[in-house]
């Protein structure tokens, strides 16, 4: 492997589900300015939802989502409260203008959530919000928590997309996250969402983690494919014990050095591609016939939050604590902070905190980000016909990369600029350039590869 190739595999940089990033939000945009926003939707609006769900009955030390652990059901159910006091609200500024395309349902943990109460939260977005026919429902399953109950609520909400955390089937690996999940209960659950009509299921495998080596990484990919999933997301272990405490509990003497999480990268991926899988931007697989890869190969991929997606909503309402809103206009945040949250969101008020307006500028870097991350290149025909005299900057600035960086990770081919097929591990590298907040930002980010 080349040096400057090398040095690559420990560069930290962003993941850019958003552009500007969540840690250049700002205190500017609060809550009334997202009540504008939300006011400010147009009748023909097509929009996502996100529902946040901050708890897990059992802390898995891989993870750096906002959730805490709880032993007991009581502080779900006054969650749930105030979490329906949020829609109660958001419905009523929205006022019936936008039509929902799809729901993710994240976490934490949603389905450690009682049958009873998933069905009863599907059915108050219901009845708050207008959904198009056809509207996605997804959701992040944990396998532990499943039974026959929850998976028949899950089918009463009408969920279309199951999403299922594998990481490693290998019990050493299992045990040194906190995670034992064996394959059979894995096995169990997909037939399970299966039999009940649900027509895509997505499993998330991790390469990076403690203990890993190629070996357990070829054979949990070898597992999963048995159990044929359309979607298949490849994420690497990010290792932030700054930001998430309980990673402490993980010794990084057990963590494979950037070599080697390059290498196990790449073995799953020749694994999948091998199976017939179709890649979808630089950490994504999917079946040929899946609306993700359809979007992939017809250059209709976007990228928000939950990572790629086929969506083309321009607005993405976040509902619950931390979680982040998409509008035209911007981004913002709620209050991390589950008590907080229950406090802002009591009679009739938002918990939106922080989050950014979006310059012109911002505009621009965004859409060449989005671009590079989805089809790794873009044109620059389009990129000045789109935004004029500031494309017209920021063309001078991709043409500068092409020529000066030595590891050519973006070249110039015809009007477009393009990530070598070789380099395209490293896309998010190459986004970092066109993101002047990188530059100067104090945020810590995981690592590149």
Not at 156 to 174: C, N, W, Y
Not at 401 to 417: I, K, Q, S, V, Y
Request: one cysteine or more.
């Amino acid at each position: 492997m080349r040096p400057d190739i090398v040095a690559r595999l420990g560069e930290n940089v962003p993941r850019y589900t958003s552009y500007p990033t969540a840690p250049h939000f700002n205190a500017s945009v609060d809550a009334a300015i997202c009540r504008g926003w939300l006011q400010g939707l147009d009748e023909g609006d097509e929009i996502s939802l996100y529902l946040h769900i901050p708890y897990c009955d059992k802390l898995c030390w891989f993870c750096a989502c906002h959730t805490k652990q709880t032993r007991h059901y009581e502080p779900v159910t006054a969650y749930l409260r105030s979490l329906h006091a949020e829609i109660a609200t958001v419905a009523s500024l929205v006022a019936g203008k936008g039509r929902v395309r799809a729901v993710h349902f994240g976490g934490g943990s949603p389905t450690m959530l009682k049958p009873a109460d998933m069905v009863a939260l599907g059915t108050v977005l219901r009845n708050s919000f207008a959904f198009l026919p056809g509207a996605k429902i997804s959701v992040e399953i944990e396998p532990n928590d499943m039974d026959d109950a929850r998976l028949d609520a899950l089918a009463e909400i009408g969920m279309t997309r199951a999403s299922l955390g594998v990481q490693d089937f290998d019990p050493k690996v299992q045990k040194a996250i906190n995670r034992e999940q064996t394959f059979l209960q894995t096995k169990t659950v997909v037939d399970g969402v299966r039999s009940r009509g649900v027509e895509s299921v997505n499993l998330d495998l991790l390469y990076g983690l403690p203990h890993q080596t190629r070996e357990s990484v070829s054979s949990t990919v070898a597992q999963a494919l048995t159990l044929e999933p359309d979607r298949i997301a490849l994420f690497g272990y990010a290792h932030v014990p700054w930001f998430k405490k309980h990673q402490t509990m993980i010794d990084e003497a057990w963590l494979p050095d950037p070599k080697e999480r390059f290498a196990q990268s790449q073995l799953a991926s020749c694994l999948m591609l091998n199976a017939g899988y179709e890649p979808v931007g630089f950490d994504h697989f999917a079946k040929p016939n899946d609306a993700l890869a359809i979007a992939a190969r017809t250059g209709c991929l976007r990228r928000n939050f939950q990572g790629y997606t086929e969506d083309r909503c321009e607005t993405l309402i976040g509902l619950g604590p931390s979680s982040i809103s998409q509008f035209r206009q911007g981004y913002v945040q709620n209050m991390p902070s589950t008590a907080e949250y229950a406090r802002m969101v009591a009679d009739g008020g938002l918990a939106a905190v922080r989050g950014i307006a979006l310059s012109d500028d911002d505009r621009v870097r965004g859409w060449i980000i989005e671009r590079l991350m989805c089809d790794f290149g873009f044109s620059a025909i389009e990129l000045v016909e789109r935004f004029g005299e500031a494309g017209q900057r920021l063309l001078v600035k991709a043409s500068s990369t092409a020529l000066h960086d030595p590891a050519r990770l973006l070249e110039l081919n015809g009007d477009r600029f393009v990530v070598p097929a070789e380099s395209r591990p490293f896309v998010r590298s190459v986004a970092a350039k066109f993101d002047k907040y990188f530059e100067t930002g104090k945020a810590r980010h995981s690592v590149a590869v």
